[in-house]
């Protein structure tokens, strides 16, 4: 359950960044960032694995780009059920995905990171020697 939560947070400062870089996504507000993030992943749960099946032979016929189109519609999808959050233009239905993924990308690795560190900074720090030993020349 705190994993859920955690990766809705993520997503909402994900789209707090998307509505900044992309134009035509805008966010009202962050009580709706939040919201969005929970529409985003009941759409990508429910919704993009049946889609991504259903568009399996035009993706393979352009390479998997049509993907980005599926990824677009879910995006679309999902923000219109939450009032104050739009998707609209070309660009923002392409890019929009795009962007997302890449800020909730480094968003995951950077309190990942953050973890590891709290995580080893906690446990007992395990000594370390070095040995060095001399190496006798042959004359």
Do not use: H, Q
């Not at 707090?16 to 919201?35: C, E, S, Y």
């Not at 993009?48 to 990824?71: A, D, E, M, Q, R």
Request: aromatic fraction near 10%; hydrophobic fraction near 55%.
């Amino acid at each position: 359950m705190l994993g859920y939560l955690l990766t809705t947070l993520i997503t909402a400062l994900s789209l707090l960044v998307v509505d900044i870089v992309v134009p035509g996504v805008t966010l009202a507000n962050f009580p709706a960032a939040l919201l969005a993030g929970v529409s985003i992943g009941v759409v990508n749960t429910l919704v993009k694995p049946v889609l991504s099946l259903l568009s399996l032979p035009i993706n393979f016929l352009t390479l998997g780009l049509f993907g980005f189109v599926v990824n677009g519609f879910c995006f679309w999808l999902a923000s219109l059920f939450v009032p104050g959050f739009a998707v609209s233009g070309l660009l923002a239905f392409l890019l929009g995905p795009v962007v997302l993924t890449f800020a909730s990308t480094l968003l995951n690795r950077y309190f990942a990171e953050k973890e590891a560190a709290k995580t080893l900074n906690a446990g007992s720090t395990p000594a370390v020697t070095l040995e060095t030993k001399e190496v006798e020349k042959a004359s």
